[in-house]
């Protein structure tokens, strides 16, 4: 019986010719990462099983991203313990204040994540590495403190879905329209614990594509989300000074539990309204609602890398956010910071009336930069729309693309970029 990359990936790491769906497994850890909040908690557990030291101080990665800048004295407590930690560890990968960024985006840009590696991280969004055919998945802090004192995690091999692409996307549909529409048709829990594996036409999709898709591939429940390795991939590795590693593709017999095929030419750019981000809807049908918004943020690990910044400064090129609106523009990294001044884009911004903040996760979680009231509404790039994800619990987040964010902050209700065009 064939693998799926997944399968393939577990299997290797195991020292295993092959694995079975259910299969619990002990795998070696190419690298075990965590957040300002999450590593903080691991740190402890760490000390508690009297460990001296990390079983490799190359494969661990500290980045303080969700409360930084400190936003007050316990968020700084909590940086200057992952500090101290990576001090007396000697942590290479120690990213804080001025080479820090969103964890999920900064990992792959600083060439950490290798193909057919196993990474886990002590945050649910660790499946982004996906996209570099990586076998990638969130785990809780005690699981991290394990992971950095033997370098090895036991896992069940999950079952997999096929997720076929085939067409082209149309103009302004992008991997955030395409993993919203997959999640309004699996649901938030259609793939409980189990592996989305990408596969088809996957070349029309670019990186921040895939890396926006794999993402959020555990909104829909997932164990992990994964693309094959195919010459974008190796371009990017290459580019960022990464590890090739040994891409693990699926076996011709491989065996998925369903498949989904996803036609992108048939997917028009999508939102999720509250309180779920299987509850989609397409910009055509919310547009007709009318739905005035306070505040857009255009940023996270999940829409924050450049091709997002440049998506979303073409359409606030030129034009001014809506009045009695907030845009915040989060940049995902350093590098992308700095390569959005290099090409204008911050002029574009803030002539736009936009703020531009440092790398953080902030908003997203409702810790700092953009929380909201009761009653606000906010259309975020983000990937979680829960109640009082961003602050009150009588606040509304509407997830979309930056291309639909930035011209909903210009017309001041929710809209996509044809509205605006169309003068509408």
Sequence with gaps: MGMTMTQKILAKSAGLDSVREGQFVECRLDLVFGNDITAPVAIDEFYKMGVQKVFDKNKVALIPDHFTPNKDIAAAALAKKMREFAKAMEIKHYFEIGKAGIEHALLPEMGLITPGGVVIGADSHTCTHGALGAFATGVGSTDMAVGMATGYAWFKTPAAINVVIKGKKRPHVSGKDVILHLIGLLGVDGARYESLEFTGDIASLTMDDRF??????????????????????????????????????????????????????????????????????????????????????????????????????????????????????????????????????????????AVVSTPTCGPCLGGHMGVLADGEKCVA???????????????????????????????GYICGPDCLLSGE
């Design 212 to 353: 926006t898709i794999s993402n959020m591939a555990i909104e829909a429940g997932a164990k992990n989300g994964i693309f094959p390795v195919d010459d974008l991939t190796v371009d990017y590795i290459r580019g960022h000074g990464g590890n090739m590693g040994e891409a693990c593709g699926a076996d011709p017999d491989a065996v998925y539990r369903s498949e989904v095929i996803i036609d992108l030419g048939g997917i028009e750019p999508t939102v999720a309204f509250p309180n779920l981000p299987e509850n989609t809807k397409t910009i055509s049908e919310t547009e007709k609602l009318g739905i005035r918004i306070d505040q857009v943020v255009i940023g996270s690990c999940t829409n924050g890398r450049m091709e997002d910044m440049r998506k979303a400064a073409e359409i606030l090129r030129g034009r001014r956010i809506a009045d009695m609106l907030r845009c915040i523009v989060i940049p995902a990294t350093q590098a992308v910071w700095k390569q959005c001044v290099g090409e204008g884009l911050m002029d574009v911004f803030i002539d736009a009336g």
């Design 381 to 411: 790039t983000t990937n979680r729309n829960f109640v009082g994800r961003m602050g009150h619990t009588g606040s509304e987040v509407y997830l979309a693309s930056p291309a639909i964010a930035a011209a909903s902050a210009i017309a």
